[in-house]
């Protein structure tokens, strides 16, 4: 039975998480439900990937990749800068990821395997 302090940590992460994805201009709902389901380590995938944002080149703010007008200072954004569609690579925190996945299999399984054996 799981314990009630245990998930109030990892609902925790999640909102941590959560709000993190928010301030790098990702969704905020998949960035707790990642955390949620990741605990600590969604918090750390978080922290690792990649901002969408952009900064405005008259005021510096962070903003929208497609946005035409800066929400902070009201100037237009060059064309250059307006990015359509950004493409990220992943390659770095799915490795990151996956490395940490399979070490927490290993911890959480290993006991059990070793009894079966």
């Known amino acids: 039975m799981v314990k009630i302090p245990y998930i109030v940590i990892w609902i925790i992460c999640g909102v941590v998480a959560g709000y993190i994805y928010k301030q790098r201009g990702r969704s905020q709902g998949i960035g707790f439900f990642g955390g949620v389901l990741l605990g600590p380590i969604g918090i750390i995938l978080a922290v690792i990937t990649p901002t969408q944002l952009i900064k405005c080149p008259h005021c510096a703010e962070r903003i929208q990749p497609d946005a035409k ?7 237009e954004i060059p064309e250059e800068l307006q990015q359509k569609e950004k493409t990220i690579t992943w390659s770095g925190p799915l490795i990151f990821g996956a490395i940490i996945l399979v070490v927490v299999l290993l911890l959480i399984l290993g006991p059990i395997l070793r009894h079966l054996f």
């Open 69 to 75: 007008i800066c929400r902070y200072c009201g100037k």
